[in-house]
């Protein structure tokens, strides 16, 4: 519905970049359905280093008037990390210097073990300090962190 509304009624440049997650409990851990338009795929950081990205690229939406946009669902277990981040990140310092998601995921492979907040904090100031200009774009990250399930007792 969002993209037929940007489609019909949008002036040429007003298109929206989507990234749409879902996490649910299950067994052991959460299962994460998203989709992704318009964005860098998310990066999945697993507790042996292990990097990935998960989902499939999709039409940023308004662009198209039959946008598709593909569901990919991952089980996220204790210790796994999920990043999120718009192409602020890989773009700040365009066209002189740009990352590639091989750069993001070696930036990620680097804080195995931390928490959200030192990650996010890892890979944003790593960004600014490759240039002393300012980003010519707006960087978002969204972190999140599986820990462990809390441990139920009854009494």
Do not use: F, K, Q
Request: aromatic share 4%.
């Amino acid at each position: 519905m969002l993209n037929d509304a940007l489609c019909d009624d949008r002036t040429p440049r007003e298109l929206c970049g989507v990234a749409y997650a879902r996490l649910d409990r299950v067994d052991g851990g959460y299962r994460l359905e998203l989709s992704i338009g318009g964005h860098p795929l998310p990066l999945l950081l697993r507790p042996d280093g292990d990097v990935m990205g998960i989902g499939t690229y999709g039409v940023v939406l308004g662009a198209e008037p039959d946008a598709r946009l593909v569901d990919t669902t991952v089980v996220l277990r204790p210790g796994d990390c999920v990043l999120l981040y718009t192409d602020g990140l890989t773009d700040a310092y365009a066209p002189a210097l740009t990352l590639d998601p091989a750069d993001v995921e070696s930036l990620l492979a680097a804080t195995s073990g931390a928490g959200a907040e030192g990650i996010a904090d890892h890979i944003y100031g790593a960004v600014l300090d490759l240039s002393p200009s300012e980003p010519r774009d707006d960087i978002a990250l969204l972190v999140l962190r599986i820990g462990e399930p809390p441990i139920l007792s009854a009494s």
